[in-house]
């Protein structure tokens, strides 16, 4: 397989695994509705932020939809869309060294994707997908890097949309019309999309003007050009008319006795006077509810950006046209992809949330089919995240006034807003001491097992959890109540008779041990040192 190289690609292909897991710190004042809503909102580095999320949604989710930089090199958006930022910057100068001095405009946008896109794919479920907007300044490069991150078997389709609908007379070559969304599955063999909904203009070609007691139908052609070899037989017509035959180099789709049982069953039709070229009646109600996807989406199907404009100025109050987002995605655009890639109850993640589309388009689309879609949002400017992002999914939640003075009903739903925390590990290795038992339970069980401790269970107990057939315990911050100088968590034969009975391979994590070799094979015990032997990263 061609893979593709660049200045500091080294220093980054693995740099997802060593960046260290934070904490996240709720901002109630930020926050809308009930937090057990499922939806969240963060606020900070998305790489520090994906980290810090995957010991709660690793594998658990069904839709990524991220609209990253495009590498324009336009340096005067809000949405800075140049990999030129200070906060890039800085994030290079630490993550590459003294390489990014040296980096080009596509060597920095590629280390800053990969080892983003390298821990999206760990989110995705074995059913899940990731769809990406792009356009023409890196489309090649992300072919190489999904490629490489995702293979190149998982590649799906590549989906042109119509972004413009009139041409730009000032363009120096082309007037571009369209942006590319790139998909991938976590497994192509597992995913399958789901089917569109039929259009109302696709509604309309069906009609009923026969009265045909099944309902609307249309016709369809009963000839086709691939070679059938019962398809060649002459059809008499109710007007008594006889067709010798399809048409040249054509052959009738079906047998003459299956043509015999479809015509019995009022599923030919002739035409008016009962001697056109008969025609297949396909009735609405015998169709698939809705039609495949198609990789060409038009701007009167999923919108435009001049629309996705007019839904942004619709929800906030902009002091400056500056301040307004140059390419926001419009709401039907987003929503196409979670048609797609959806259902009701599925968990949706986007880590570059700009403007709040898609947390917009998930409450526009559980509001339509009943769902009970969740999003996780994440957002690196601080400004964005509080002032535009959250702003914009509160109102839309709650209700607004728009820009028409017209009071706009509430979608529903709410948020939990985060900001990023302090890292769970200090600079030495050790354990800081603002770490709850609660978030290093749910850290250990990730690092130890690869999966995320169950949404439902609350970790309150040294067992932290089971999984394949091996129980986690936690002995930390005094959780058997032991108010001992170690305040057991030492695991020595008395704290060993009050941890919960489990019949089978054990991983205890503790900061000592007092029972011997033969007594740990003996109960099936593995000893986990903390905070020696706890993954800080």
């Known amino acids: 397989m061609p893979s593709l190289n660049w200045i500091g690609k080294e220093a980054v292909v693995n740099h997802h695994n060593a960046v260290p897991f934070h904490l996240l710190r709720d901002v109630p004042e930020l926050s809308v509705g009930e937090p057990g809503a499922g939806n969240l909102i963060v606020e900070g580095d998305n790489l520090v932020a994906l980290k810090a999320l995957l010991p709660y949604y690793a594998g658990q989710v069904k839709c990524i939809y991220i609209d990253p930089p495009y590498n324009t090199g336009n340096e005067a958006w809000v949405y800075n869309d140049n990999v030129n930022s200070p906060l890039i910057r800085d994030w290079l100068g630490k993550a590459v060294g003294k390489e990014a001095e040296d980096l080009s405009r596509h060597d920095k946008w590629l280390c800053l994707m990969y080892p983003r896109l390298a821990l999206l794919r760990q989110f995705l479920r074995e059913d899940g997908a990731i769809f990406i907007t792009l356009d023409d300044n890196e489309i090649q490069s992300l072919r190489f890097i999904m490629d490489e991150i995702f293979g190149p078997t998982n590649f799906v389709t590549t989906v042109l949309w119509q972004k413009v609908f009139a041409p730009k007379n000032t363009a120096r070559h082309f007037s571009e019309d369209h942006d590319y ?31 045909d007691a099944r309902g609307p139908w249309t016709s369809g052609d009963l000839q086709a050009r691939n070679f059938y070899s019962a398809g060649t037989y002459p059809i008499t017509c109710p007007s008594g008319r006889v067709i010798p035959g399809p048409g040249a180099g054509m052959y009738w ?44 989406w038009l701007h009167h199907e999923v919108g435009h950006t001049q629309e996705a404009k007019q839904e942004l100025l619709a929800v906030l109050n902009f002091q400056t046209s500056a301040e307004v987002f140059i390419t926001p995605k419009p709401t039907r655009l987003i929503q196409r992809v979670l048609q797609i890639a959806s259902g009701p109850g599925d968990l949706i993640l986007d880590s570059f949330a700009g403007s709040g589309t898609t947390g917009h388009s998930v409450l526009n689309l559980n509001k339509a089919d009943g769902g009970n879609r969740r999003f996780i949002l994440v957002e690196m400017e601080s400004k964005i995240a509080r002032e535009i992002t959250a702003e914009r999914v509160k109102r839309v939640a709650l209700g607004y006034t728009n820009a028409r003075g017209e009071e706009i009903e509430g979608l529903g739903g709410g948020f939990r807003f985060c900001e990023i925390g302090e890292p769970l590990f200090d600079e030495h290795g050790q354990i800081k001491p603002s770490v709850c038992f609660a978030d290093l339970a749910r850290h250990v069980y990730f690092t130890e097992t690869g999966e995320p401790l169950p949404r439902e269970r609350v970790p309150n107990s040294p067992k932290v959890g089971e999984c394949r057939g091996v129980a986690i315990y936690l002995l930390f911050n005094g959780i058997l109540g032991d108010k001992s100088s170690n305040g057991g968590n030492i695991l020595t034969r008395s704290v060993l008779t009050q941890l919960p009975k489990f019949d089978g391979q054990k991983v205890v994590y503790c900061a000592g041990c007092l029972l011997g070799r033969d007594r740990l094979q003996a109960e099936r015990i593995i000893v986990r040192q903390t905070p020696y032997e706890i993954k800080v990263s």
């Open 253 to 296: 789709r079906v047998a003459r006795e299956k043509f015999l049982e479809l015509d019995k069953d009022g599923r030919i039709h002739w035409g008016p006077k009962g001697d056109n070229m008969p025609r297949l009646k396909r009735f609405i109600s015998d169709v698939k509810d809705g039609v495949t996807p198609q990789t060409l």
């Open 181 to 211: 969304v790139v998909v991938y599955a976590r497994n192509a063999n597992v995913w399958r999309p789901n089917l569109v909904p039929r259009s109302d203009e696709a509604k309309r070609r069906y009609k009923n003007p026969d009265s």
